[in-house]
C-alpha cells in the first residue's frame, strides 16, 4: 500500500489547529439562535406560534400596547421580545394566547365586518349649533376654524 504524508512543520499544525478551532467554535456559538415567530393565517385570524422550549409558563409574557402586539421571554438564559405592528384588519382587542409544551401560541382575530346600512336623507333644516370662541374670538373651543 502506498500512503502519502506531508513532513512535519510545527507552524503549519498550529494554523490549521487554530482555523479548526475557530470554525467549530463558531458553529458553536450560531447554535443559541432568537426564537423564530411563524405567521400563519387561519379562518380570517392571524396565528402567530412561537417555540420556547425549557421557558416556564411564567416567564413568557403577551401584552397590546394600541396596535402594537409585544411577545416576550425572560429567563436567566435568555431574553427575548417581538413587537409587532397589527394591521387595520385585524382586531387588537380580540388577542388570544396559549402556552403549551413550550409553545407560544398567539391568536389576533379580524375587525368584525360591518353590515352595509341605508342612511335616510333629511329634508328638514338641521338645528343651529352654537360654538363658543375662543378669548380673542378668532377661532371657536375645539380647534376648527371657518376661515378658509
Known amino acids: 500500500m502506498l500512503v502519502r504524508t506531508r513532513p512535519f512543520n510545527p507552524a503549519l499544525d498550529r494554523r490549521f489547529d487554530r482555523a479548526f478551532d475557530h470554525l467549530t467554535s463558531s458553529l458553536l456559538a450560531a447554535g443559541r439562535r432568537s426564537p423564530v415567530v411563524d405567521a400563519t393565517w ?8 412561537v417555540d420556547l422550549p425549557g421557558t416556564p409558563s411564567d416567564a413568557v409574557d403577551v401584552s397590546v400596547a394600541g396596535r402594537t402586539l409585544t411577545l416576550s421571554a425572560e429567563t436567566e438564559g435568555i431574553a427575548w421580545e417581538r413587537s409587532i405592528r397589527v394591521g387595520a384588519a385585524l382586531d387588537p382587542e380580540q388577542v388570544s394566547a396559549t402556552y ?3 409553545r407560544l401560541t398567539v391568536t ?3 375587525v368584525a365586518a360591518t353590515e352595509p346600512r341605508r342612511v335616510e336623507i333629511s329634508t328638514t333644516p338641521a338645528p343651529a349649533i352654537e360654538v363658543a370662541a375662543d378669548e380673542s374670538g378668532d377661532q371657536p373651543a375645539n380647534g376648527t376654524s371657518d376661515r378658509a
Open 42 to 49: 387561519h379562518e380570517g385570524a392571524l396565528v402567530l406560534t
Open 100 to 102: 403549551l409544551d413550550g
Open 108 to 110: 389576533v382575530g379580524a
